[in-house]
């Protein structure tokens, strides 16, 4: 069984930055393009980043610019570098595969506010 635990959010101000890291157990990085999505309040989750098991990424028109995907595959983890936050990008973020596959795991909060 996958098992993939997000963590390193928080509450970050307007402009700010705030880094996310995805762990997985199981041999899935070498195979699998990965993604975060996210789920605001009362919203559908969406997924904003991508990228392949050998690099190629792609973005959100939403992040676009602000968000940055990178992978290690030898540790089997999944990083998000966000910068310029603005308090839209408020939500849960979540890792998972490229379409998703049932390896939610619990996610981590990002709160952007004043």
């Known amino acids: 069984q996958v098992q993939l635990v997000e963590s390193g959010g928080g509450l970050v101000q307007p402009g700010g930055s705030l880094r996310l890291s995805c762990a997985a157990s199981?041999?899935?990085?070498?195979?699998?393009?990965m993604g975060w999505y996210r789920q605001a309040p009362g919203k559908q989750r969406e997924l904003v980043i991508s990228i392949t098991n050998v690099g190629s990424t792609n973005y959100a028109d939403s992040v676009q610019d602000r968000f940055t995907i990178s992978r290690d595959n030898a540790k089997n983890m999944l990083y998000l570098q966000m910068n310029s936050l603005k308090p839209e990008d408020t939500a849960v973020y979540y890792c998972?595969?490229?379409?998703?596959?049932?390896?939610w795991g619990q996610g981590t909060q990002v709160t952007v506010s004043s």
């Open positions: 199981g041999s899935i990085f070498n195979i699998y393009t």
């Open positions: 998972n595969t490229v379409p998703s596959k049932n390896y």
